[in-house]
């Protein structure tokens, strides 16, 4: 995989040592993690489950920018704090977002 | 043989990139679980230098009922066995507030917010605890 994937903006310190190898294969098995947690959540999304949406964006949040990719911990990070008040509709864009992050970095690959 | 942490986890990919961050820039032995009697087992034994404790736990349970990491720490740091055990707890709740209030809560000896963005400055904290 490139070291340089889409989305990544510089903060993948891992570069130029023992641990990069290794760390681009289990960015190629966090793709896959992800395209898992689309289904996920677009499940919850169809049974309503604001609770447990909130859950799959505290692990989002929470594990994305280990491997260097900020910009699916920081959408994860808008849907673990959704408000009470927050619109299925508004859900239903994040949820496009997390898709289309995907998308391209399953490209990468 | 060298220092040996556990990571108490539930998220594969968070515990993978622990797990892969110890052993390669720590050179820690390591123990990857989310099975809470089997993290109190080992730390009885005596087989434990550290522990890396996730906050939220979806499939841990103790005595039939779930357990979060900070009942887990908790329970560790009141046992006169398991006391003296470093426990960092690793968090992706970013709230302000959250971080004192969990430390206060486990009795936790320090604080990791997920996700690591620099595994240098995470592997300081693990050997600073330890130390």
């Keep these: ?58 692990r989002l949040k929470g594990s994305g920018g280990s491997y260097g990719f900020q910009h699916i911990s920081d959408l994860g ?3 673990q704090y959704l408000q009470d008040s927050a619109e299925w509709e508004e859900i239903e ?17 | 043989m060298g220092k040996r942490v556990m990571v108490v986890e539930d998220d594969p990919m968070n515990a ?8 390669r820039r720590g050179h820690f032995d390591v123990i990857v679980t989310e099975d ?5 087992r080992l730390a009885r034994e005596g087989s434990i230098d550290m522990i890396i404790m996730d906050v939220s736990l979806c499939n841990s349970y ?9 009942t887990l720490s908790r329970l560790i740091k009141k046992d006169d066995s398991t006391r003296e055990i470093p426990i960092l707890l690793a968090t992706a709740h970013a709230m302000k507030g959250e971080q004192e209030a969990f430390l206060k809560e486990s009795e936790a000896d320090g604080y990791l917010s997920k996700p690591v963005i620099d595994p240098d400055e995470f592997i300081k904290k693990v050997n600073d605890l330890i130390a």
Excluded: C, W
């Design chain 2, 16 to 23: 993978k990139f622990f797990e892969l961050t110890l052993k």
């Design chain 2, 62 to 70: 103790y005595n039939g009922e779930r357990v979060d990491g900070l």
């Design chain 1, 77 to 79: 990070e808008t849907i």
């Design chain 1, 1 to 58: 995989m490139n070291s340089n994937p889409p989305g990544e903006e510089g903060l993948y310190p891992h570069k130029d040592d023992a641990m990069h190898e290794e760390l681009d294969e289990l960015r190629s098995l966090y793709v896959d993690y992800l395209r898992g947690e689309i289904d996920t959540f677009r499940s919850l999304v169809a049974r309503r489950d604001f609770d447990d949406i909130r859950s799959l964006g505290h």
């Design chain 1, 93 to 109: 864009i994040l949820l496009h977002r997390l898709e289309e992050m995907y998308e391209q970095l399953a490209e990468g690959l």
């Design chain 2, 36 to 40: 809470a009697d089997q993290v109190l």
